[in-house]
């Protein structure tokens, strides 16, 4: 699976960026998707994610109600809208394909491919 991701840039506090993954040589439509992050000198985390068949999302807790996952299927692509962002929103940012198909699972020592992120940077 090749990841393509885009979006990122530097915002000051409050403001929004939206984010886009776009995947090619996957069966897309039968994996679940996340976004990741991974600030400096931190652990990558996940950031919120989207299940195979649409029915389920779950968000990082400080990024609830701030953040919508979606994804398109017939293009290949998974967006974030990061909106009201805050300074500690700060990092890399990573899609990635859920390692199993038609599951809510996301275990990140499973995910075999991140592409090289994109980079969010929010000045206060």
């Known amino acids: 699976v090749q990841l393509q991701a885009s979006g990122g840039g530097s915002v000051q506090a409050g403001g929004s960026l939206k984010l886009s993954c776009v995947a090619s040589g996957s069966t897309f439509s039968k994996y679940s998707w996340a976004w990741f992050r991974q600030a400096p000198g931190k652990e990558r985390e996940l950031v919120a994610l989207?299940?195979?068949?649409?029915?389920?999302?779950e968000y990082k807790e400080s990024v609830q109600g701030r953040f919508t996952i979606s994804r398109e299927d017939p293009k290949n692509t998974v967006d974030l809208q990061m909106n009201s962002l805050k300074p500690e929103d700060t990092a890399t940012y990573y899609c990635a394909q859920c390692p199993a198909i038609y599951s809510n699972l996301c275990p990140m020592r499973r995910i075999e491919s991140w592409g090289q992120g994109t980079l969010v940077t929010v000045s206060s």
């Open positions: 989207i299940s195979w068949n649409l029915a389920y999302k």
